[in-house]
């Protein structure tokens, strides 16, 4: 039973399927891996046994009957701490929510619970989801897989080290400038960031609405795709007979691999030989306008987060750790002009960016520039931590900015990953691309 903890979760679900995997035992064994993992607390926020047990014993009915609801029936899964879960606190890694219960589940939770999977329990995130590090000294800061010393990235932190440390078979997260895929790469994990409105963000914490969006953290670009489908109570995209061969995808010069440091630099150029040998052809581009667009970030993020936090930061700004609320306060100094003109100049950004890659089947990056930073040197030093935060979500925000779907996958050196940028609305071509990649990583 403890191989379950490690196998994918589309490998559970057909465990079940054959009658090989009882969902009962399949939780029960999550959850004690839970209770007795040293980083439980670290990890998870709030552990929803008797809601775990309860959904597991109606899929264990559901398998023997032979009326499954999809592949993941019966999987057991981690939930962000953003997500609202009935007469569960949801509290977004913030003392500013501290006991706020939600009367109902997020959308994406109900459509996920329909399809059958299984919900463990709420994650630890970075507070309100405002840093791409993982770090909160507010509630907790989960461990790196890699290296215990140092954060998992974030914000989606405890989904990514839920799934990398056994203790959750799939952990769904939010990406609003890398929040799935920082954690993800940093934890060798395959994480989707999907296209902003593809998913519902009702009964979700915000923090920047025009770019809040949904997506797995997840063992296998097959895990991701599935769930995918169950978020969205949809079918998954068929990733059978997928290939490089034939493919056109853009090696991004610009903007991706300013100040890449060298673990993640070899690991990317690595990873791009083995993409050409299995027959993509991998072609340099630059793209000026995404300077253009990079600057824009400062207002375009800090404006909104500010707008809708505002109040609720103000009255009791001392339960916020420091360096969270001064990102938030920058969207101080903006007026609705300049938000207003921001837009306007990132619409024109984004025609120049599809002007510029219509002719490739996807946009190849390194997933972040760096390697998971460390923790204590983070708590003790305002320059490193500014500096590490900005550039742990430099090269995600990329496909936020451009309004993208975007995948990154593990390249086999330890916390550095590819990241895929695609199409609007391309998630099933890009799951398909995910998948042949994954094959030639391998």
């Not at 339960?319 to 990102?327: F, G, K, N, S, V």
């Not at 990154?408 to 071509?429: D, I, K, Q, W």
Request: aromatic fraction near 6%; charged fraction near 20%; glycine fraction near 10%.
């Amino acid at each position: 039973m403890q191989d379950w903890l490690t196998m994918t979760a589309c490998d559970l679900g057909r465990g079940i399927g054959m009658g090989q995997i009882d969902p009962v035992e399949l939780t029960e064994t999550y959850l004690s891996a839970i209770d007795d993992h040293p980083h439980r607390d670290r990890i998870y926020a709030r552990v929803t046994h008797d809601r775990a047990r309860a959904e597991a014993a109606a899929a264990a009915e559901r398998a023997k009957t032979g009326l499954r609801r999809s592949l993941l029936d019966g999987v057991p899964i981690s939930w962000k701490d953003l997500f609202d879960t009935a007469g569960i606190g949801t509290e977004a890694g913030s003392a500013l929510l501290k006991g706020r219960i939600p009367d109902a589940d997020a959308l994406v939770l109900r459509n996920a619970t329909q399809m059958g999977t299984v919900c463990l329990g709420k994650t630890h995130m970075s507070e309100l989801a405002f840093s791409g590090l993982g770090l909160n000294p507010i509630t907790e800061t989960p461990p790196c897989v890699n290296d215990e010393a140092a954060v998992p990235g974030g914000s989606s932190s405890g989904a990514g080290a839920s799934v990398a440390w056994g203790l959750a078979a799939c952990g769904i997260g939010s990406d609003t400038g890398g929040s799935v895929r920082i954690p993800s790469a940093w934890n060798d994990l395959v994480g989707l960031k999907t296209t902003a409105g593809r998913l519902s963000l009702e009964g979700i914490v915000p923090l920047c609405l025009r770019f809040d969006t949904v997506g797995p953290l997840a063992r296998s670009v097959e895990d991701a795709t599935h769930m995918l489908a169950a978020l969205e109570g949809g079918t998954p995209a068929d990733l059978r007979s997928a290939t490089l061969k034939g493919r056109r995808f853009a090696d991004l010069q610009n903007v991706a691999k300013d100040d890449l440091r060298t673990a993640p630099g070899q690991a990317y150029e690595n990873a791009l030989a083995k993409l050409s040998e299995a027959g993509a052809e991998i072609v340099p581009l630059e793209v000026p306008e995404l300077n253009d667009a990079m600057g824009l970030t400062s207002v375009i993020y800090t404006a909104e987060a500010y707008g809708l936090w505002r109040d609720v930061i103000e009255a009791n700004p001392e339960a916020m750790y420091p360096e969270i609320l001064e990102r938030f306060r920058i969207g101080l100094g903006y007026s609705g002009p300049d938000y207003v003109a921001a837009w306007a100049k990132l619409k024109a950004c984004r025609n120049a960016w599809d002007a510029a890659t219509a002719g490739f089947d996807a946009v190849l990056a390194p997933t972040a520039p760096i390697l998971p930073p460390n923790l204590e040197r983070l708590m003790n030093d305002h320059d490193y931590y500014v500096t590490e935060n900005l550039l742990a979500l430099r090269n995600t925000r990329i496909g936020n900015l451009m309004g993208l779907a975007s995948l990154t996958l593990p390249t086999g050196t330890p916390s550095c990953g590819l990241m895929v940028l695609s199409y609007p609305n391309s998630e099933e071509a890009l799951l398909r691309i995910g998948a042949a990649m994954e094959s030639a990583l391998a």
